[in-house]
């Protein structure tokens, strides 16, 4: 039995366990895949400062995220076809971040509906928008979210029109999977996962399928979707949905100043840094090389988030220690899903905050919330430019 001490062994294991077309929608980037590559190298560039001779008992990481409290200052990102990595995703992931006390962001596209992650997991987690032209269903979306006990909505602002993805373009990716002979071929050698779904009724987009008019099934919502997503968005629209949602609002993709004052100027509550995992505009900065910039520009008037290449406790806190006041993980709770289902994410969640403990307590500190960039040896992290 594989000993499962850090996120590179889920990584392998959800390989395994994963049907290709899955596994590689979660683990690539767009094009070249270089700023997917780079969200994670960037990191490893930022080196500690090593203390000895402190005091290293009772330790805490616990802070707070938009004013909720959590057990460290990470959330599960919105992750689209989550519920495809293993059956019933969604709810499995929502549970273990819940028990862990940490935010559980669900995605437009994910399988499991919004009312499903808070019949089986309760109410509490945060719901992430995508904006489409039917602003109708936009409307109905968040009234739906409000309904379920949603806590936050995150606003994705870099998806109006799709990056090129070679990989799923070559897997031809679909949910559930076209019976192609290559699809056939490599479900065969993932029975752990096509028992699992053949066990639940959630193989398609439960937030979409059966609330938007003419789209009852999978058949015509591929159609419906590729003319959806809505070029046109703009920041009218940012305020417009804050107003419909009345609540705490996240602004995800920010990776400008000039757009993060704009962030600021909408009234939302905090932006995350992001390059939506290097999935969108590649040769784009990574997201912790942005993250300076953006905390120097705006950090004292709004809560400053990231996500991107983050695979590790002790990238958590390199972000940390650089201004970000939550980071959040969306491929190594992936890898931990597909892995080992619920059991593996809070696996996921365990490495990546004894990392952050340990990492912190090596760095001379034991209380999270007075760690600074002091902690980072000078001359090896970005500063603002």
């Given at each position: 039995?594989?000993?499962i001490?850090?996120?590179?062994?889920?990584?392998r294991?959800?390989?395994?366990r994963v049907?290709?077309?899955f596994?590689?929608?979660?683990?690539?980037?767009?094009?070249?895949?270089s700023?997917?590559?780079a969200?994670?190298s960037?990191f490893?560039?930022?080196?500690?400062?090593?203390?000895?001779?402190?005091?290293?008992e009772?330790r805490?990481?616990?802070?707070e995220?938009?004013?909720?409290?959590?057990?460290m200052?990470?959330?599960?990102a919105?992750?689209?076809?989550?519920?495809m990595q293993?059956?019933?995703?969604?709810?499995?992931?929502a549970r273990?971040a819940?028990k862990?006390?940490?935010?559980?962001?669900?995605?437009?596209?994910?399988?499991?509906s919004?009312?499903?992650?808070?019949?089986?997991a309760g109410?509490?987690?945060?719901?992430?928008?995508?904006?489409?032209?039917?602003?109708?269903f936009?409307?109905?979306l968040?009234?739906?979210?409000?309904?379920?006990?949603?806590t936050?909505?995150v606003?994705?602002?870099?998806?109006q029109?799709?990056?090129?993805?070679?990989?799923?373009?070559?897997?031809g990716l679909?949910a559930?999977?076209k019976?192609?002979?290559a699809?056939l071929?490599?479900l065969?050698t993932?029975?752990?996962w096509?028992?699992?779904?053949a066990?639940?009724?959630?193989?398609?987009f439960?937030?979409?399928?059966?609330?938007?008019?003419g789209?009852?099934d999978?058949?015509?919502l591929g159609?419906?979707?590729?003319q959806?997503?809505?070029?046109?968005?703009?920041?009218?629209?940012?305020?417009?949905?804050k107003?419909r949602w009345g609540?705490?609002l996240?602004?995800?993709?920010?990776?400008?100043?000039?757009?993060?004052?704009?962030s600021?100027?909408?009234?939302?509550?905090?932006?995350?840094?992001?390059?939506?995992?290097?999935r969108?505009l590649d040769?784009?900065?990574?997201s912790?090389e942005a993250?300076?910039?953006?905390?120097?520009a705006?950090?004292k008037?709004?809560?400053?988030?990231?996500?991107?290449?983050v695979?590790?406790?002790?990238d958590?806190?390199?972000?940390?220690?650089?201004?970000?006041?939550?980071?959040y993980?969306?491929?190594?709770?992936?890898?931990?899903?597909?892995?080992?289902g619920?059991a593996?994410v809070?696996k996921?969640?365990?490495i990546?905050?004894k990392?952050?403990?340990?990492?912190m307590?090596?760095?001379g500190?034991?209380?999270?919330?007075n760690?600074t960039k002091?902690i980072?040896?000078?001359?090896t992290y970005?500063t603002?430019?």
């Amino acid at each position: 039995m594989t000993v499962i001490t850090h996120i590179e062994d889920l990584r392998r294991l959800a390989q395994k366990r994963v049907p290709r077309m899955f596994y590689d929608y979660a683990d690539s980037g767009s094009w070249t895949e270089s700023t997917y590559r780079a969200n994670e190298s960037d990191f490893q560039k930022i080196k500690f400062r090593q203390r000895v001779a402190v005091n290293m008992e009772n330790r805490s990481t616990a802070t707070e995220m938009i004013g909720q409290k959590v057990a460290m200052p990470v959330a599960l990102a919105p992750t689209g076809l989550t519920g495809m990595q293993h059956a019933d995703g969604e709810i499995l992931a929502a549970r273990a971040a819940k028990k862990f006390g940490v935010p559980f962001t669900l995605s437009t596209m994910s399988i499991c509906s919004i009312e499903d992650v808070a019949e089986h997991a309760g109410p509490g987690f945060w719901f992430q928008l995508y904006v489409m032209k039917d602003r109708d269903f936009i409307e109905r979306l968040i009234d739906r979210a409000k309904a379920a006990g949603c806590t936050a909505l995150v606003l994705t602002l870099d998806l109006q029109i799709l990056g090129q993805r070679h990989k799923d373009l070559k897997n031809g990716l679909s949910a559930p999977p076209k019976p192609t002979l290559a699809n056939l071929i490599n479900l065969a050698t993932k029975l752990r996962w096509c028992m699992g779904m053949a066990g639940t009724p959630r193989r398609q987009f439960g937030n979409i399928v059966g609330h938007v008019k003419g789209v009852d099934d999978m058949g015509n919502l591929g159609a419906w979707t590729a003319q959806q997503f809505d070029p046109a968005l703009n920041w009218g629209d940012v305020e417009w949905i804050k107003k419909r949602w009345g609540g705490k609002l996240i602004l995800k993709g920010i990776q400008d100043p000039i757009d993060a004052r704009l962030s600021v100027d909408s009234g939302a509550d905090a932006l995350i840094v992001s390059n939506h995992g290097g999935r969108q505009l590649d040769g784009a900065q990574s997201s912790i090389e942005a993250l300076p910039t953006i905390v120097d520009a705006v950090g004292k008037d709004i809560e400053v988030h990231m996500d991107g290449g983050v695979r590790s406790g002790q990238d958590v806190l390199r972000a940390w220690a650089l201004g970000a006041k939550g980071v959040y993980i969306g491929r190594p709770f992936l890898y931990g899903l597909g892995a080992m289902g619920e059991a593996g994410v809070t696996k996921c969640l365990e490495i990546i905050h004894k990392e952050l403990d340990l990492t912190m307590a090596f760095s001379g500190h034991t209380q999270l919330t007075n760690v600074t960039k002091d902690i980072l040896l000078p001359g090896t992290y970005p500063t603002p430019l």
